[in-house]
């Protein structure tokens, strides 16, 4: 019998976002129970009990599958590949998986960081060279093949969908270089295949994203 799967997350974090995509990209059914991060948590919201009990501080995402619980995205994306028998995202050696994975995850997310919560134009125009800098490297892995790490898509797709997915936001926010033709090829690749559509959002909720940082802008400038 398959054990079943629950994610506490909210598509608004992108750690959530890796994970989410994952699960759906690797057919694993799954369960969600909203859990707003703080930022954006209604005051009344009340955390679910085995939320508290199992995530040590308090982040999405959380996975539980059986009795098991783990946080903390790329050692639980890890443990999914050796936990949940399905497609893999991580071929048997690692390679180059693992290094991308890492390297994706430190240039990724504080060129994203700075441009979404940057107040002044330096920030934000360091964070936009930061995020040119990092598309340059994937469209250098793109020259390869179709995908980041190898012949089909893997958990280094994983990583870059939460800025494929803020990117219009972050455009409008101060990203202001080109986006290499590969790059854009390859986010509509990735937002085409099931796991983007299963975290892609809506027009809505792209609205809400670019007004929640116009607005922390706003506040802080
Ligand atoms: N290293 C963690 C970071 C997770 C994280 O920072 N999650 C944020 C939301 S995006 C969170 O839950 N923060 C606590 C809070 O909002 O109260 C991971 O990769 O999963």
Redesign the pocket.
Known sequence: MTEAVTLW??W?????N??DFALAERGIGHDLVS???????PADFILPEEFVAH?P?????MIRIGEEFR??????LYWLEDRVRAAPLLPEDGDPVRARVERL?ATLMRAMGGIAYGTDGATIVRAAQRLADAFAEMDAWLGDHAWLAGAGPTLVEAIAVPVYLRLPGLVALGYDRPIPDRVAEHRARTLDRPGGRHVAWSPEQADEYLGRHRAFRRRNA
């Not at 501080?57 to 995402?61: A, H, N, Q, Y």
């Not at 946080?71 to 639980?76: F, G, R």
């Open positions: 997350g909210h608004t974090c992108p750690f959530v890796r994970v859990v707003p991060p703080s930022a954006v948590r995530s501080r308090l982040e999405v995402p946080v903390d995205s790329i050692p639980l995850d």
